[in-house]
Protein backbone atom coordinates (compact mmCIF):
# COMPACT_ATOMS: atom_id res chain seq x y z
CA UNK A 1 0.00 0.00 0.00
CA UNK A 2 1.05 3.58 -0.50
CA UNK A 3 2.47 4.52 2.80
CA UNK A 4 -0.26 7.58 3.31
CA UNK A 5 -3.31 4.90 3.25
CA UNK A 6 -0.88 1.85 5.02
CA UNK A 7 -0.67 3.99 7.97
CA UNK A 8 -4.36 4.81 7.99
CA UNK A 9 -4.71 0.88 8.03
CA UNK A 10 -2.42 0.51 10.81
CA UNK A 11 -4.25 2.39 13.29
CA UNK A 12 -7.12 -0.25 12.65
CA UNK A 13 -4.93 -2.33 15.42
CA UNK A 14 -6.82 -5.29 16.07
CA UNK A 15 -9.38 -5.16 13.50
CA UNK A 16 -7.20 -5.88 10.64
CA UNK A 17 -7.10 -9.33 11.40
CA UNK A 18 -10.56 -9.16 10.18
CA UNK A 19 -10.29 -7.84 6.88
CA UNK A 20 -11.79 -9.72 3.97
CA UNK A 21 -11.33 -7.07 1.40
CA UNK A 22 -9.66 -3.34 1.27
CA UNK A 23 -11.22 -1.06 -1.83
CA UNK A 24 -9.54 1.82 -2.92
CA UNK A 25 -11.16 4.13 -5.71
CA UNK A 26 -9.77 7.38 -6.62
CA UNK A 27 -11.98 10.64 -5.02
CA UNK A 28 -13.78 8.35 -3.43
CA UNK A 29 -13.90 7.05 0.90
CA UNK A 30 -11.19 3.96 1.86
CA UNK A 31 -13.61 1.27 2.17
CA UNK A 32 -13.25 -2.42 3.75
CA UNK A 33 -15.21 -5.44 4.55
CA UNK A 34 -15.01 -7.20 7.58
CA UNK A 35 -17.34 -10.59 8.00
CA UNK A 36 -20.58 -9.92 7.01
CA UNK A 37 -20.11 -5.91 7.46
CA UNK A 38 -18.94 -3.52 4.77
CA UNK A 39 -17.74 0.16 6.13
CA UNK A 40 -15.68 3.16 5.57
CA UNK A 41 -12.50 3.81 7.32
CA UNK A 42 -11.26 7.27 8.94
CA UNK A 43 -8.01 8.68 8.81
CA UNK A 44 -7.83 7.77 12.26
CA UNK A 45 -8.31 4.00 11.46
CA UNK A 46 -12.04 4.48 12.90
CA UNK A 47 -15.08 2.61 11.22
CA UNK A 48 -17.96 5.03 9.60
CA UNK A 49 -20.56 5.64 7.95
CA UNK A 50 -20.77 9.03 7.44
CA UNK A 51 -18.65 9.41 4.32
CA UNK A 52 -17.54 12.85 4.90
CA UNK A 53 -15.57 11.66 7.44
CA UNK A 54 -14.21 9.13 5.86
CA UNK A 55 -10.11 9.00 5.05
CA UNK A 56 -10.34 10.11 0.66
CA UNK A 57 -8.49 8.21 -1.64
CA UNK A 58 -6.68 9.77 -4.64
CA UNK A 59 -5.62 8.33 -7.75
CA UNK A 60 -1.87 8.76 -6.47
CA UNK A 61 -2.31 6.52 -4.06
CA UNK A 62 -4.23 4.32 -5.91
CA UNK A 63 -0.82 4.26 -8.62
CA UNK A 64 1.82 4.74 -5.92
CA UNK A 65 -0.18 0.95 -4.42
CA UNK A 66 -0.03 -0.68 -7.83
CA UNK A 67 3.88 0.59 -8.03
CA UNK A 68 4.98 -1.10 -4.67
CA UNK A 69 2.31 -4.44 -5.82
CA UNK A 70 4.41 -5.04 -8.76
CA UNK A 71 7.83 -4.16 -6.92
CA UNK A 72 8.33 -0.77 -8.55
CA UNK A 73 8.45 -2.46 -12.11
CA UNK A 74 4.98 -3.01 -13.59
CA UNK A 75 5.96 -3.96 -17.15
CA UNK A 76 6.59 -7.42 -15.27
CA UNK A 77 3.12 -7.28 -14.64
CA UNK A 78 1.68 -6.85 -18.05
CA UNK A 79 0.39 -10.23 -18.57
CA UNK A 80 -1.32 -9.88 -15.46
CA UNK A 81 -3.28 -6.34 -16.21
CA UNK A 82 -4.40 -7.78 -18.96
CA UNK A 83 -6.84 -10.21 -16.86
CA UNK A 84 -7.45 -7.47 -14.55
CA UNK A 85 -5.94 -8.34 -11.59
CA UNK A 86 -3.09 -9.10 -9.38
CA UNK A 87 -1.94 -11.96 -7.25
CA UNK A 88 0.52 -11.28 -4.55
CA UNK A 89 2.69 -13.48 -2.77
CA UNK A 90 0.53 -15.01 -0.07
CA UNK A 91 -2.42 -16.00 -2.23
CA UNK A 92 -3.76 -12.30 -2.15
CA UNK A 93 -6.02 -11.11 -5.06
CA UNK A 94 -6.05 -7.55 -6.16
CA UNK A 95 -8.78 -6.74 -8.80
CA UNK A 96 -8.36 -3.75 -11.09
CA UNK A 97 -10.96 -1.07 -12.71
CA UNK A 98 -10.64 1.85 -14.88
CA UNK A 99 -9.95 2.92 -18.42
CA UNK A 100 -9.48 0.14 -20.66
CA UNK A 101 -7.59 -0.50 -23.80
CA UNK A 102 -9.69 -2.31 -26.21
CA UNK A 103 -8.86 -2.79 -29.89
CA UNK A 104 -11.09 -4.31 -32.71
CA UNK A 105 -13.83 -4.87 -29.96
CA UNK A 106 -11.77 -7.03 -27.25
CA UNK A 107 -9.93 -5.96 -24.50
CA UNK A 108 -6.09 -5.21 -24.11
CA UNK A 109 -5.60 -4.36 -21.11
CA UNK A 110 -6.85 -1.47 -17.99
CA UNK A 111 -5.00 1.37 -18.99
CA UNK A 112 -5.63 3.42 -16.44
CA UNK A 113 -6.83 2.11 -13.01
CA UNK A 114 -8.75 4.03 -10.85
CA UNK A 115 -9.59 1.58 -8.41
CA UNK A 116 -8.23 -1.66 -6.42
CA UNK A 117 -9.98 -4.31 -4.29
CA UNK A 118 -7.39 -6.43 -2.11
CA UNK A 119 -8.72 -9.26 -1.23
CA UNK A 120 -6.97 -11.08 1.35
CA UNK A 121 -6.47 -14.53 1.58
CA UNK A 122 -6.15 -16.86 4.85
CA UNK A 123 -5.90 -20.25 5.57
CA UNK A 124 -8.05 -21.90 8.09
CA UNK A 125 -6.75 -25.17 8.63
CA UNK A 126 -9.20 -27.96 9.72
CA UNK A 127 -12.19 -25.96 8.23
CA UNK A 128 -12.87 -28.76 5.54
CA UNK A 129 -13.10 -31.35 8.77
CA UNK A 130 -16.56 -31.80 9.29
CA UNK A 131 -17.27 -32.41 5.49
CA UNK A 132 -14.68 -34.76 4.74
CA UNK A 133 -16.74 -37.96 5.97
CA UNK A 134 -18.96 -37.22 3.08
CA UNK A 135 -16.52 -36.93 0.35
CA UNK A 136 -15.03 -40.47 0.69
CA UNK A 137 -16.38 -43.70 -0.50
CA UNK A 138 -14.86 -47.15 -0.43
CA UNK A 139 -11.32 -45.70 0.55
CA UNK A 140 -11.16 -43.00 -2.98
CA UNK A 141 -11.88 -39.40 -3.06
CA UNK A 142 -15.22 -38.89 -4.64
CA UNK A 143 -15.50 -36.04 -7.29
CA UNK A 144 -16.07 -32.80 -5.78
CA UNK A 145 -17.81 -29.61 -7.07
CA UNK A 146 -17.80 -26.54 -4.21
CA UNK A 147 -20.46 -23.60 -4.99
CA UNK A 148 -21.03 -20.43 -3.44
CA UNK A 149 -21.65 -16.82 -4.21
CA UNK A 150 -18.88 -14.75 -4.50
CA UNK A 151 -16.19 -14.32 -1.25
CA UNK A 152 -18.34 -17.22 0.75
CA UNK A 153 -15.30 -19.18 1.15
CA UNK A 154 -15.11 -21.68 -1.86
CA UNK A 155 -11.51 -21.27 -2.07
CA UNK A 156 -10.36 -21.86 1.43
CA UNK A 157 -12.25 -24.61 1.45
CA UNK A 158 -10.89 -25.79 -1.54
CA UNK A 159 -7.41 -25.55 -0.16
CA UNK A 160 -8.00 -26.92 3.13
CA UNK A 161 -9.83 -29.92 1.24
CA UNK A 162 -6.32 -30.42 -0.90
CA UNK A 163 -4.19 -30.42 2.10
CA UNK A 164 -6.25 -32.87 4.03
CA UNK A 165 -6.36 -35.23 1.15
CA UNK A 166 -2.40 -34.72 0.24
CA UNK A 167 -1.54 -35.19 4.02
CA UNK A 168 -4.40 -37.80 4.54
CA UNK A 169 -5.75 -36.05 6.95
CA UNK A 170 -9.93 -37.47 7.97
CA UNK A 171 -9.69 -39.34 5.18
CA UNK A 172 -8.38 -43.67 5.11
CA UNK A 173 -5.17 -42.89 3.20
CA UNK A 174 -3.18 -39.97 1.65
CA UNK A 175 -3.19 -39.45 -2.11
CA UNK A 176 -1.29 -37.35 -4.90
CA UNK A 177 -2.95 -34.02 -5.78
CA UNK A 178 -2.02 -32.48 -8.70
CA UNK A 179 -3.35 -28.45 -8.00
CA UNK A 180 -3.84 -26.60 -11.20
CA UNK A 181 -3.90 -22.81 -9.63
CA UNK A 182 -4.44 -20.37 -12.56
CA UNK A 183 -4.47 -17.42 -10.76
CA UNK A 184 -1.99 -18.09 -7.84
CA UNK A 185 -4.60 -17.67 -5.20
CA UNK A 186 -4.96 -21.32 -3.43
CA UNK A 187 -1.12 -22.08 -3.10
CA UNK A 188 -0.33 -18.76 -2.74
CA UNK A 189 2.79 -19.18 -4.79
CA UNK A 190 6.06 -17.03 -4.13
CA UNK A 191 8.30 -17.98 -7.82
CA UNK A 192 6.63 -21.31 -8.23
CA UNK A 193 7.20 -22.41 -4.39
CA UNK A 194 3.28 -22.74 -2.49
CA UNK A 195 3.53 -19.97 0.36
CA UNK A 196 -0.02 -22.04 2.32
CA UNK A 197 -0.10 -24.88 3.03
CA UNK A 198 -1.54 -27.69 0.58
CA UNK A 199 -0.26 -30.79 1.46
CA UNK A 200 2.93 -32.54 1.29
CA UNK A 201 1.51 -35.04 -1.57
CA UNK A 202 0.33 -31.76 -4.04
CA UNK A 203 1.93 -31.20 -7.12
CA UNK A 204 1.11 -27.46 -8.31
CA UNK A 205 0.81 -25.67 -11.35
CA UNK A 206 0.57 -21.66 -10.99
CA UNK A 207 -0.33 -19.06 -13.96
CA UNK A 208 -1.06 -22.16 -16.25
CA UNK A 209 -4.57 -21.86 -17.75
CA UNK A 210 -6.40 -25.17 -16.14
CA UNK A 211 -7.07 -27.11 -19.62
CA UNK A 212 -3.19 -27.05 -20.32
CA UNK A 213 -2.03 -27.24 -16.55
CA UNK A 214 -4.75 -30.68 -16.56
CA UNK A 215 -3.25 -32.33 -19.41
CA UNK A 216 0.24 -31.60 -18.03
CA UNK A 217 -0.58 -33.18 -14.92
CA UNK A 218 -2.02 -35.96 -16.05
CA UNK A 219 0.60 -36.65 -18.49
CA UNK A 220 3.25 -36.39 -15.68
CA UNK A 221 2.84 -36.03 -12.36
CA UNK A 222 0.28 -39.00 -12.23
CA UNK A 223 -1.66 -37.43 -10.05
CA UNK A 224 -4.90 -39.63 -8.11
CA UNK A 225 -7.20 -36.64 -7.66
CA UNK A 226 -6.99 -32.92 -9.62
CA UNK A 227 -7.98 -29.72 -8.32
CA UNK A 228 -8.66 -26.25 -9.26
CA UNK A 229 -10.64 -23.29 -8.99
CA UNK A 230 -13.61 -21.83 -10.26
CA UNK A 231 -14.86 -23.72 -13.60
CA UNK A 232 -17.97 -22.97 -15.78
CA UNK A 233 -16.92 -22.07 -18.98
CA UNK A 234 -17.74 -24.53 -22.30
CA UNK A 235 -14.34 -26.25 -22.55
CA UNK A 236 -14.41 -26.53 -18.47
CA UNK A 237 -16.98 -29.67 -19.51
CA UNK A 238 -14.60 -31.14 -22.10
CA UNK A 239 -11.95 -30.99 -19.41
CA UNK A 240 -13.37 -33.18 -16.38
CA UNK A 241 -14.65 -35.71 -18.77
CA UNK A 242 -10.97 -35.69 -19.78
CA UNK A 243 -10.05 -36.47 -16.05
CA UNK A 244 -12.53 -39.00 -15.71
CA UNK A 245 -11.58 -40.98 -18.78
CA UNK A 246 -8.29 -41.16 -16.86
CA UNK A 247 -9.26 -42.66 -13.96
CA UNK A 248 -8.78 -39.58 -11.87
CA UNK A 249 -10.96 -37.68 -9.37
CA UNK A 250 -10.99 -33.81 -8.93
CA UNK A 251 -12.11 -31.51 -6.69
CA UNK A 252 -13.43 -27.84 -8.38
CA UNK A 253 -15.00 -24.97 -7.28
CA UNK A 254 -17.91 -22.74 -9.37
CA UNK A 255 -20.06 -19.85 -8.83
CA UNK A 256 -24.07 -20.37 -7.95
CA UNK A 257 -26.38 -19.73 -4.73
CA UNK A 258 -27.63 -23.40 -4.94
CA UNK A 259 -28.64 -26.21 -6.85
CA UNK A 260 -31.04 -24.67 -8.51
CA UNK A 261 -29.32 -21.91 -9.32
CA UNK A 262 -26.28 -24.70 -10.78
CA UNK A 263 -28.71 -25.86 -13.03
CA UNK A 264 -29.24 -22.45 -14.63
CA UNK A 265 -25.40 -22.21 -16.31
CA UNK A 266 -25.27 -24.47 -18.83
CA UNK A 267 -21.50 -25.75 -18.59
CA UNK A 268 -22.41 -26.92 -14.77
CA UNK A 269 -25.92 -28.15 -15.38
CA UNK A 270 -24.50 -30.58 -17.75
CA UNK A 271 -21.64 -31.56 -15.21
CA UNK A 272 -24.74 -31.99 -12.54
CA UNK A 273 -27.21 -33.77 -14.97
CA UNK A 274 -24.68 -36.17 -16.09
CA UNK A 275 -23.49 -37.09 -13.02
CA UNK A 276 -19.91 -36.52 -13.62
CA UNK A 277 -19.84 -34.63 -10.05
CA UNK A 278 -20.78 -37.36 -6.85
CA UNK A 279 -20.98 -34.53 -4.06
CA UNK A 280 -21.87 -31.16 -4.00
CA UNK A 281 -20.95 -28.61 -1.05
CA UNK A 282 -22.66 -25.57 -1.02
CA UNK A 283 -21.50 -22.32 1.38
CA UNK A 284 -22.73 -18.97 2.08
CA UNK A 285 -22.30 -16.40 4.14
CA UNK A 286 -25.11 -16.57 6.39
CA UNK A 287 -23.19 -16.54 9.81
CA UNK A 288 -20.46 -15.30 8.17
CA UNK A 289 -17.32 -16.18 5.07
CA UNK A 290 -17.63 -20.40 5.09
CA UNK A 291 -20.88 -21.19 6.45
CA UNK A 292 -21.67 -24.96 4.91
CA UNK A 293 -25.38 -24.26 3.71
CA UNK A 294 -26.00 -28.01 2.81
CA UNK A 295 -24.15 -31.11 0.80
CA UNK A 296 -25.82 -33.12 -2.12
CA UNK A 297 -25.62 -36.12 -3.66
CA UNK A 298 -24.55 -35.71 -7.42
CA UNK A 299 -26.56 -39.23 -8.32
CA UNK A 300 -29.16 -39.19 -6.67
CA UNK A 301 -29.91 -35.38 -6.87
CA UNK A 302 -30.58 -35.06 -2.80
CA UNK A 303 -29.49 -33.71 -0.71
CA UNK A 304 -28.02 -35.18 3.03
CA UNK A 305 -28.20 -33.99 6.49
CA UNK A 306 -26.30 -31.51 7.54
CA UNK A 307 -27.39 -28.43 9.60
CA UNK A 308 -25.87 -25.22 8.59
CA UNK A 309 -22.46 -24.34 10.54
CA UNK A 310 -19.89 -22.15 9.74
CA UNK A 311 -16.47 -23.87 9.18
CA UNK A 312 -13.77 -23.64 10.99
CA UNK A 313 -15.05 -21.98 13.75
CA UNK A 314 -15.33 -24.34 17.06
CA UNK A 315 -15.18 -27.06 14.42
Known sequence: MAPRLRRTLEKM???????????????????????LVSTLVTPEGLFTDRKERAFRVTEEDILRSLQLMGENS????????????????????????????????????????TALNLRIARETIGSSRPVLPFLVAEKRPLRIMIISPPQAGKTTLLRDIVRSFSNGEGVPAPVKVGLVDERGEIAGCFRGVPQLDVGIRTDVL????????????????????????????????????????????????AHAWDTQDLALRPVLREIWLQGLVEKVIILSRRYGSGTLEGIWDGKTKKALPVKPVRLGVGN
Open 13 to 35: GGALQELEEVRLRAGRPLQVETG
Open 74 to 113: LYTLEEELKEGFLTLPGGHRVGLAGECLAENGRLVRVKRV
Open 206 to 253: TGCPKRDGIFLLLRSMSPQVIATDEIGRPADLQVIEEVLNAGVGFIVT
